[in-house]
């Protein structure tokens, strides 16, 4: 390709053509190249840079070419460096002296820069659009087994029960997190950089302000340098994105965890398990493993944008050139596994007999009977202390508290009476009647506040 070698007295080397390439890879930005070149052609006629008719051949030659692109039929020639010269020279070749125009006061600093925003716009909807839709399906399970009370744990043991409901919700509120975080991303990112040039600005007279408004921007960039040179926006969807794979990686190693025989509180539908190779009984949570495994890879990314811009100069470097491999790859993280875990959520099964059992052992009431205690006049650490008594004596009797006699709890305190037997996991919940408590009453008013969050928000 003779472009841009004018300065040149031969071809770039195989090599380097090859290793400075990025076509395969950016040809994803059609859409946005293409879009962003309409407004611009538009932009010049507007403003007297090149004739009406000259913008009308470049906008039906783009519009040919994102047909061909759109149907398989565009050849993608390797030797062009990236979307944006594949797009302009099969312009060329399209509609030739008018095509040649298109490039003025333009550059491909401003122009890859406003691709990208772009891109980050919609993936930033998509991904909100996905995240609703995994709440939705948290938010669904929770309220069809809203009666269903399971152990909750801290470092992985027993503690104090819990609903299954509370739990999601728990879920629900990190993805809230995630969604504002998204939305702040997007924030950043609506910002137009076309019009500034290699760096400093062009010279010519453009309107920045109508290519915004055709591009759908909500502001324009203040300073040049800045524009070509700021991928901060990448880094915002990739922290965003690395946080709620984060989420994410949580809530698969507890759906590992659940559907285990040991635990056995879910049973995942067969379409969303694997099978093993050798041993025929295995079902395997592979679905969530994979998102498990894959956050590795977006937190990596995160390393490499930040690494990628650190100590970078002003203003255009070519090193930006790797942020679309990151992001792309966030992307294509990200939204399946969200699409996968909405429909893995909500086909799953819940068992409430296991969660009961497990309910059973462990003590997980010992909290309460410390706070029966302390309602019959005890001070908290004198009842944590008797408890603990009583919860190695009840080992050692190979018993649970229900099997203990009065005469047996009144060795550790004699402010024990025939009321303890009223203490149960269903007294445990209830009990816990505060603001973001797991109390029946509590729960149900976070599921109808969940609700009309996601509705107030589809609404927008
Ligand atoms: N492919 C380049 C990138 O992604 C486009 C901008 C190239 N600009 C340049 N001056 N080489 O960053």
Redesign the pocket.
């Known amino acids: 390709m003779s472009h841009l070698r004018g300065r040149f007295d031969k071809p770039a080397d195989n090599l380097v053509a090859t290793y400075t390439a990025?076509l395969a890879g950016?040809r994803r930005l059609y859409r946005q190249d293409i879009a962003g070149s309409i407004a611009h052609a538009k932009m010049l006629a507007k403003q007297g840079i090149i004739t009406a008719d000259e913008a009308k051949q470049i906008i039906d030659g783009l519009a040919t070419i994102q047909n061909a692109i759109e149907q398989g039929k565009f050849i993608f020639n390797d030797e062009l460096?990236?979307?944006?010269m594949a797009i302009e020279a099969r312009l060329i070749e399209l509609i030739g002296e008018a095509g040649r125009k298109l490039h003025t006061a333009r550059?491909?600093?401003d122009?890859?820069a406003l691709d990208v925003r772009l891109y980050v716009k919609e993936a930033v909807a998509d991904t909100i659009g996905g995240i609703r839709g995994l709440q939705a399906s948290l938010l669904d399970l929770a309220e069809a087994n809203i009666g269903v009370a399971i152990p909750g744990y801290t470092h992985l043991q027993a503690a104090q029960p819990v609903l299954l409901a509370h739990h999601l919700l728990a879920y629900f509120e990190m993805l809230q997190r995630d969604i504002a975080r998204f939305n702040d991303c997007f924030e950043r990112t609506d910002v137009l950089p076309l019009g500034s040039g290699?760096l400093a600005g062009v010279a010519y007279n453009i309107d920045r302000e109508f290519l915004a408004k055709e591009l759908g921007f909500g502001k324009i960039s203040a300073n040049s340098l800045d524009a070509v040179a700021d991928r901060d926006f990448i880094i915002d969807y990739q922290a965003a994105a690395a946080m709620t794979m984060l989420h994410l990686s949580r809530l698969a190693e507890e759906i590992c965890l659940w559907s285990s025989v040991e635990f056995g509180f879910i049973t995942l539908d067969d379409a969303y398990a694997t099978g093993s190779s050798i041993m025929p009984q295995k079902k395997n949570p592979d679905v969530a493993e994979l998102a498990r495994g894959r956050t590795g890879r977006v937190f990596g990314g995160l390393t490499a944008l930040l690494t990628m811009l650190k100590g970078l100069p002003l203003s255009?470097n070519?090193d930006?050139?790797e942020?679309?491999v990151v992001l792309f790859e966030a992307v294509d993280i990200l939204l399946p596994t969200l699409a996968v875990f909405a429909g893995m959520i909500s086909t799953l099964r819940v068992n409430a007999a296991a969660a009961q059992a497990a309910l059973g052992r462990g003590y997980i009431l010992a909290t309460d009977l410390a706070d029966y205690l302390v309602k019959k006049g005890e001070s908290f650490r004198t009842a944590h202390e008797s408890v603990g008594k009583l919860v190695a004596y009840a080992i050692e009797k190979g018993k649970d508290f229900s099997q203990l006699d009065i005469k047996e709890y009144q060795k550790f305190s004699p402010r024990f009476s025939e009321d303890v037997y009223n203490i149960s996991v269903a007294s445990s919940l209830a009990a816990r009647d505060v603001p973001g408590g797991t109390a029946p009453g509590r729960v149900k008013r976070a599921l109808a506040a969940a609700r009309a969050a996601i509705a107030a928000k589809g609404e927008e």
């Open positions: 990025s950016d460096e990236d979307i944006h550059s491909r600093n122009q890859v290699a255009y070519r930006m050139q942020d679309k």
